[in-house]
């Protein structure tokens, strides 16, 4: 079993460049750690796929890099409203 030592929270910061850039990286130098990074962060698989085989004229780094960056504010979104719906549960309760 490989050893996976990458920041997710560290990954998540970077801007659209530098995520791209990274990917960029990862393809030609460590394939496993984009995969086992983009399983963390919850991307669709099958979407990834789609994408890749459908823009042949764009660099996958950044179609994956746009696939990440859409599922990051998915993720954020969902936190969200899920915060909102806690607090108002939470104020409910109160009384």
């Known amino acids: ?5 990458i920041d997710i929270a ?8 530098e995520l791209v850039n990274t ?5 030609l130098n460590d394939f496993e750690k984009l995969v086992f990074v983009m399983y963390r962060i919850d991307v669709n698989e099958a979407k990834i796929k789609s994408l890749l085989a459908s823009k042949t004229d764009t660099n996958a ?3 994956i890099a746009d696939a990440i960056i859409e599922r990051l504010q998915q ?3 969902a936190k969200e ?3 909102q719906q806690h607090q108002a ?4 309760e109160k009384w």
Request: aromatic share 6%.
């Open 75 to 77: 993720k954020k979104a």
């Open 10 to 17: 560290a990954f998540e910061q970077l801007n659209r460049q």
């Open 61 to 63: 780094a950044e179609l």
């Open 89 to 92: 549960q939470s104020s409910e």
């Open 1 to 5: 079993m490989h050893e996976h030592n």
């Open 23 to 27: 990917i960029n990286e990862l393809i």
């Open 81 to 83: 409203i899920y915060k």
